[in-house]
């Protein structure tokens, strides 16, 4: 109760900062050079305060991530106040990522704290770190279903662990969401519109080429963080130098394409209310460009999530599907790929479904679709991780050298 208590808050007061720092934002025009150009001179001002700001908390150059923090159970907490704040400053500058690394960092950070203090054993600081996430997720997410399900799918607790943990997140997330609610009402549930359509059993079959065009997507997706990621370890510029050049370069990229920047959230909304305006090529142009900013985000030091990023790139395929093939309804298309192509990243599949259902409050026999498109994009991304983790371990057998009989 007590971490719900202090992650509602800490979420009430995190997500403020970012929504009041973030007006300097003007999306005047959604076309092609829609931006101003005063937006990388902003942009790459918040890149020269990240990158003092990792020096002045002392950050390491490489953060666990969320997925990695949640897998542990355990956040260090005195990692905590430097993520805080460099990933607010990240998300007000404009950065393509989300708040969710961040809060959880600040709830997870929490319940760590509380165990070290506690010297508690380490399956119950572990469960106590869970149910920190929950504390600030149940504000963010809107919903104690999605939380509970998106911690234990990733955190996967086995055996007694999981009763422990799962009423543990439960409370956690149950009271924030309260308290937050309360506060500033429903942030996330029902945020994008979607035509209804009437379930054929045919959806269910187009539901397996959408979960592999996530595949697709995802594995682009993939290229372009490990190509960012290689270049800036290559060019190995300073600290405030790197996080600079990567403010300009998705300043850029949003003058050019507005909608690419921050977190995606809002801009989706845009993409979605004005289906059929923007054409097939800006749609294109924006799946890649919004890769393209998310790669050089993170690469560059700035801090923040993956979830909020992808779902625009996963609704924004959407979109796009619809625009190619209009015979296919824009409510199967979008819910589709909204899940698939966060759900095969985060290897949360469920979550995601209901994350999708509950966004677009799209019927019961609607999310039937949804199931198949993520299974199958979940599915096929564990393969071919599987194939990749095995070729590298036949190239590392054939270089070791033969040993003497």
């Known amino acids: 109760m007590a971490l719900g208590v202090f992650g509602a808050f800490a979420g009430l007061v995190f997500m403020g900062v970012i929504g009041f720092g973030g007006r300097w934002y003007v999306d005047s025009d959604t076309g092609w050079f829609g931006g101003q150009w005063w937006w990388v001179a902003a942009t790459a001002a918040a890149g020269v305060v990240v990158g003092l700001l990792r020096r002045l908390t002392r950050l390491p150059e490489e953060i666990p991530g969320l997925i990695d923090d949640l897998k542990d159970g355990h956040v260090d907490p005195r990692l905590v106040p430097g993520i805080a704040v460099v990933s607010a400053v990240s998300l007000i500058g404009g950065a393509s990522l989300g708040p969710e690394k961040a809060l959880g960092s600040i709830g997870g950070g929490a319940g760590s704290w509380i165990s070290q203090r506690r010297k508690l054993s380490q399956e119950d600081s572990q469960l106590t770190t869970?149910?920190?996430?929950?504390?600030?997720?149940?504000?963010?997410?809107?919903?104690?279903?999605?939380?509970?399900?998106?911690?234990?799918?990733?955190?996967?607790?086995?055996?007694?662990?999981?009763?422990?943990?799962?009423?543990?997140e439960i409370v956690a997330s149950s009271v924030s969401f309260g308290i937050y609610f309360a506060i500033a009402g429903a942030v996330f549930l029902d945020a994008y519109q979607v035509p209804q359509y009437t379930f054929e059993n045919w959806q269910m079959l187009a539901a397996i080429p959408l979960g592999l065009l996530a595949v697709i997507v995802v594995t682009l997706l993939v290229v372009f963080v490990q190509l960012a990621s290689r270049?800036?370890?290559?060019?190995?510029?300073?600290?405030?130098?790197?996080?600079?050049?990567?403010?300009?370069?998705?300043?850029?990229?949003?003058?050019?394409?507005?909608?690419?920047?921050?977190?995606?959230?809002?801009?989706?909304?845009?993409?979605?209310?004005?289906?059929?305006?923007?054409?097939?090529?800006?749609?294109?142009?924006?799946?890649?460009?919004?890769?393209?900013?998310?790669?050089?985000?993170?690469?560059?030091?700035?801090?923040?999530?993956?979830?909020?990023?992808?779902?625009?790139?996963?609704?924004?395929?959407?979109?796009?599907?619809?625009?190619?093939?209009?015979?296919?309804?824009?409510?199967?298309?979008?819910?589709?790929?909204?899940?698939?192509?966060?759900?095969?990243?985060?290897?949360?599949?469920?979550?995601?479904?209901?994350l999708a259902a509950f966004l677009t409050q799209i019927g019961a026999l609607q999310t039937a679709p949804i199931l198949i498109a993520v299974v199958t994009a979940f599915l096929t991304m564990e393969g071919v991780k599987y194939l990749v983790a095995r070729r590298k371990e036949a190239r590392a057998a054939t270089r070791k050298p033969a040993t003497p009989n």
């Open 130 to 168: 869970l149910s920190g996430f929950g504390g600030t997720y149940g504000g963010l997410f809107s919903s104690t279903v999605i939380v509970v399900m998106f911690i234990l799918e990733l955190a996967r607790p086995g055996g007694r662990r999981f009763a422990k943990a799962l009423v543990g």
């Open 231 to 354: 270049l800036f370890e290559l060019v190995k510029l300073p600290g405030v130098v790197r996080t600079t050049l990567g403010g300009v370069l998705f300043g850029v990229v949003g003058v050019v394409l507005p909608l690419t920047m921050f977190t995606g959230s809002d801009q989706l909304k845009t993409v979605l209310d004005d289906a059929g305006k923007l054409g097939v090529g800006l749609l294109v142009a924006l799946v890649i460009a919004k890769q393209f900013t998310f790669a050089v985000s993170q690469a560059s030091g700035f801090i923040g999530g993956p979830i909020f990023p992808t779902l625009f790139i996963g609704g924004t395929v959407g979109v796009l599907v619809h625009e190619v093939l209009p015979w296919v309804p824009l409510g199967l298309t979008f819910t589709c790929l909204l899940a698939a192509v966060p759900g095969s990243i985060a290897a949360a599949p469920f979550s995601m479904v209901l």
